[in-house]
């Protein structure tokens, strides 16, 4: 998670003209009528969401797209994980990615903080802010919780892990404990660098996060149907 190296994994020019083209107003009379309109959904990150060490297609962004679609969802998911980015670097990029148009942002953060040792209250308060933007915008926003290795520094843990309860009751969004439970830790699962997932972790990883994003998208049905 500490790479300097950007991966690219979308074409903005592409995706601004396909993302711009969504009919809103279409959207709100088809979940009246109960037929699920799609939409876009982002995933911000780190390189744990750009799919370092995998092919674009393992990364968990298209398997979850494939799930969504496979099961009736007609959902566009946006890869824009960066390798190496804290989260000031999501922050800072946060308007820009705005830009897209999502309707739904799930958001994972936090680990290169933790392994730079960047303090707990800047870390919270970076999250929050990027949480707050994209509320202000009408953006569902899906925060995904992070955790440290066993062998850093207690005190610093426990305040770590805080952060994400902490953020998503304040800014009452929906928290995924855990980003990669059951993937973490396992060498079977997980590339030689021990931190970044193998195609088979990104499986479980899509497939841990999948009821969360079926909550948000039901939420987004039910905002559509009272506009």
């Not at 020019?13 to 982002?42: C, M, Q």
């Not at 148009?101 to 209250?121: C, H, R, Y």
Request: hydrophobic share 40%.
């Amino acid at each position: 998670m500490t790479e300097n190296i950007t991966i690219p994994v979308i074409s903005l020019v592409l995706l601004l003209f396909s993302v711009n083209g969504y009919d809103r107003k279409a959207s709100a009379g088809e979940a009246r009528s109960g037929r699920d309109p799609g939409g876009t959904i982002l995933a911000i990150g780190n390189s744990l969401t750009a799919g370092y060490g995998v092919a674009d297609r393992e990364a968990y962004p298209a398997r979850l797209q494939e799930k969504l679609h496979a099961a009736g969802y007609p959902y566009q998911v946006i890869n824009a994980g960066i390798s190496g980015e804290t989260s000031a670097g999501a922050l800072y990029r946060i308007n820009r990615l705005l830009s897209l148009k999502p309707d739904m942002v799930i958001f994972e953060t936090g680990a290169n903080d933790g392994l730079q040792s960047i303090s707990t209250e800047r870390v919270e308060q970076n999250i929050n802010e990027v949480v707050r933007i994209l509320k202000q915008q009408g953006v569902l926003v899906v925060l995904a919780g992070m955790r440290m290795f066993p062998s850093f520094d207690r005190q610093y843990n426990t305040a770590f892990v805080k952060i994400y309860p902490d953020v998503a009751r304040k800014q009452e969004v929906i928290l995924i404990p855990f980003f990669l439970q059951g993937v973490a830790g396992d060498s079977r699962l997980n590339q030689g660098d021990g931190i970044h997932p193998t195609a088979e972790g990104y499986r479980i990883i899509t497939e841990n996060l999948y009821p969360y994003v079926i909550q948000a998208i039901e939420e987004l049905k039910r905002r559509r149907a009272e506009q």
